[in-house]
């Protein structure tokens, strides 16, 4: 299907075939053509399906695009993630349709990959397809055990699996194995921003079965499926992604701990209150982007020049959301200020080095700003004003030497040379 498409024009094509259903291997060459013996070699560096999508284009800025697994046994165990933003949930619920269609309801993932015991049955893997309009495929049932997912939790998280908040539940245990294997298997690469599990169960979450959801209209209108009209649309004035695409989680999935709702309540009432600290704290976040798809993208080699910098001027207004906070009183906003990293080594090092208008590309080169790395400089003075670098380092060469006549010649055997006259050829241990 992709045939004959020039590589600068790729990502729209690779758009449609994954809208299509389409699953895209991408490959490239893995070694430098102008060192290559025969044909340069190549190989799959990235596979992109519905749920592990990273280009911003085919994204929704104000939801998660999630891949869920489902691993169909006694009890099931469902895992959530989106790869662009670190995301990763867990549970368990019973076999019965109901069951499913409301956990993976409160989540509406772009793909499922189930275990072929999900398949036997073709009414209820039919039954998701249509009700979510989402892509399902099979993976292999070798890696639905076990010991397969204690491998694979415990490589991921860098904890023994008893430490973890699935411990004691297997089926979740084993979702999140496969899911995170699938992973690998499609980004080719570690995805170290995928750092935790949120563990919940049953009663820890208001349970809104699919029609309910549908019929109130939620987060999107019950005749066209829009977000416009729906009463995510009417309550969110979020000043980012982030905000909105957490907003939209709170809805989905409604507290019923007391605790935790109080403690919710007690931040929005100091910020209903506080208008200086809101509107002051909306202000510094109204220059923020997307800093958790950002780091997604750096993690998984998709980003480019515009979104390191991108990454680095959303981090400056850190500092300011922090001074603003520290005198809250609530326990969610103070825990909350308690967790923020300011990152500013990393705000200045993107700040410092990358110019204000870098090229889409890496590789059209002019990314790093003048005067933050000598060699850098003494590089790009080399590019751009060679002959004039050429007859400079001439002239020291000389004077270095004594060498009057000593030359800087270039050819294309032997490159750039230093040439020196036969009268001076006992001096040139010198050179």
Same mark, same amino acid.
């Given at each position: ?257 007391? =605790?935790?709702?109080? +403690?919710?309540? /007690?931040?929005?009432? %100091?910020?209903?209150? &506080?208008?200086?600290? #809101? ?128 030359? =800087?010649?270039?050819? +294309?055997?032997? /490159?750039?040379?230093? %040439?020196?006259?036969? &009268?001076?050829?006992? #001096?040139?241990?010198?050179?």
């Amino acid at each position: 299907p992709m045939c004959g498409v020039p590589y600068h024009s790729a990502q729209q094509y690779i758009d449609r075939l994954i809208e299509k259903g389409y699953k895209v291997a991408i490959c490239e060459q893995t070694e430098d053509p102008s060192t290559a013996k025969g044909i340069v070699r190549r190989d799959v560096t990235r596979v992109v399906t519905a749920g592990t999508v990273t280009n911003s284009g085919m994204l929704d800025e104000k939801r998660n695009n999630f891949l869920c697994c489902i691993y169909y046994s006694s009890p099931v165990g469902i895992a959530f993630a989106d790869v662009t933003t670190g995301d990763l949930f867990a549970t368990e619920t019973d076999k019965s349709v109901s069951g499913l269609t409301t956990e993976i309801s409160r989540y509406n993932p772009a793909e499922i990959i189930a275990s072929s015991d999900f398949f036997v049955d073709l009414k209820i893997a039919e039954n998701i397809r249509e009700r979510f309009g989402c892509a399902i495929s099979n993976v292999d049932d070798w890696c639905f055990t076990a010991d397969f997912a204690q491998d694979k939790l415990e490589g991921q998280f860098g904890k023994r699996l008893s430490d973890l908040p699935t411990a004691g539940h297997t089926s979740a245990e084993i979702a999140v194995g496969v899911l995170l294997e699938y992973l690998s298997q499609t980004q080719m690469c570690r995805l170290p921003h995928i750092s935790e599990i949120s563990y919940y169960t049953d009663g820890q979450f208001m349970e809104i079965d699919f029609s309910s959801k549908r019929n109130l209209e939620i987060t999107s209108t019950m005749r066209e499926n829009k977000r416009k009209g729906s009463l995510l649309w009417v309550l969110d004035d979020t000043k980012t992604s982030m905000g909105a695409r957490m907003l939209k989680d709170w809805l989905e999935r409604p507290l019923t701990g007391c =605790v935790a709702i109080q +403690k919710r309540l /007690g931040a929005v009432s %100091e910020l209903v209150q &506080s208008s200086f600290m #809101r509107n002051e704290a909306r202000a510094e976040l109204s220059a923020m982007q997307d800093i958790e798809r950002l780091l997604g993208m750096e993690v998984t080699g998709s980003a480019n020049c515009r979104d390191l910098l991108a990454l680095g001027k959303s981090l400056i207004p850190v500092p300011s959301i922090l001074e603003i906070l520290k005198n809250a009183k609530a326990d969610l906003l103070c825990e909350t200020v308690n967790k923020i990293d300011l990152l500013e080594d990393i705000c200045s090092v993107l700040n410092r080095a990358i110019i204000d208008n870098p090229p889409f590309s890496v590789r059209e080169g002019d990314i790093i700003k003048e005067g933050y790395n000598e060699q850098v400089d003494i590089l790009r003075r080399a590019m751009n004003e060679g002959k004039q670098w050429i007859a400079s380092l001439e002239q020291q060469e000389r004077d270095k030497t004594g060498i009057k006549n000593l030359k =800087v010649g270039f050819n +294309k055997v032997f /490159g750039y040379y230093i %040439e020196v006259s036969k &009268s001076n050829i006992d #001096r040139k241990s010198v050179v």
